[in-house]
């Protein structure tokens, strides 16, 4: 086992399911502290006696990142009992609604960008305060192929991933005299995300409409988190990361 994170604390959102699953488990897997937060607190608790079986260290925070104090009360905790905070990964996200700007309620709209722009905020917001006095850290937040690129059809998410891209290019530059590294990976189509009510002929069309042919994996896209997370990537900052199979080359 490579111990590229030994004995580092990391905190991870939407650690539940899925990409933040799969990098909570790989940063056990190779000697950090991790502490895992998710709404929901059953696939948290999955996700932890997996990573302890393997022998490695998982703490549980069930938690709702759009809850600015719970967000800080998390890593005000993390820092108290763990002796710092080190790494960070802001993962958790929603979907949202799809069609015109017409037919997406109000509602829906603020529920979208609450999620997944103004709570990587709220992350950002602690967990660069947390590292400053650790003496640095890492931190990626986890955007999509559609913050590289546009939607017709999903504008709530695309505006909110978009955001978060500039999110990350903004604090990245100004955190860097701090010695904390902040990066963006974006995932494409990812098996385990989708729907559960996608169909095999939606997943097939999935595939055509992607050069590689295929779904990524969460593992996937969690090796390219850890990597940025990783002193192996000591001089990158600001940058962004598309872990889509190569559909935001065409």
């Known amino acids: 086992m490579v111990d590229r994170f030994k004995d580092r604390v990391a905190f ?18 190779e000697g950090a502290v991790v ?10 608790h999955n996700v932890s006696r997996r990573v302890e079986v393997s022998g490695g260290r998982f703490v549980e925070v069930v938690l709702d990142v759009t809850d600015p104090a719970a967000i800080e009360a998390a890593i005000a905790e993390t820092v108290e009992r763990r002796g710092g905070l080190h790494l960070a990964v ?14 997406v309620a109000v509602e829906d709209w603020r529920r979208v960008i609450e999620v997944d ?15 400053s006095a650790s ?5 990626v937040n986890v955007s999509s192929m559609l913050g590289l690129t546009g939607d017709g059809d999903a504008l709530p998410f695309t505006a909110a991933k978009h955001g978060v891209t500039g999110l990350t290019k903004a ?12 990066n963006s ?3 494409g189509w990812t098996d385990t995300a989708l729907p559960t ?43 962004q990361y598309a872990v889509d199979g190569g559909y935001t080359a065409v």
């Open 12 to 29: 991870v959102t939407g650690a539940g399911s899925g990409i933040g699953a799969a990098i909570a488990r790989g940063l056990a897997a």
């Open 35 to 44: 502490v895992g937060a998710d709404l929901d607190g059953d696939r948290l």
């Open 90 to 103: 802001n993962n958790a996200g929603i979907g949202g609604p799809h069609g015109l700007a017409q037919d």
């Open 117 to 131: 722009l103004n709570a990587v905020f709220y992350g950002l917001k602690h967990e660069t305060a947390a590292m």
């Open 135 to 139: 003496g640095g850290g890492s931190i």
């Open 171 to 182: 604090a990245a530059a100004a955190y860097a005299p701090h010695g904390i590294r902040v």
């Open 185 to 187: 990976v974006h995932p």
């Open 197 to 239: 009510h996608t169909t095999s002929e939606e997943r097939v069309q999935l595939r055509q409409r992607n050069p590689m042919g295929r779904l990524g994996t969460p593992e996937e896209s969690a090796a390219v988190v850890l990597f940025l997370l990783s002193d192996d990537a000591a001089f990158v900052t600001g940058a």
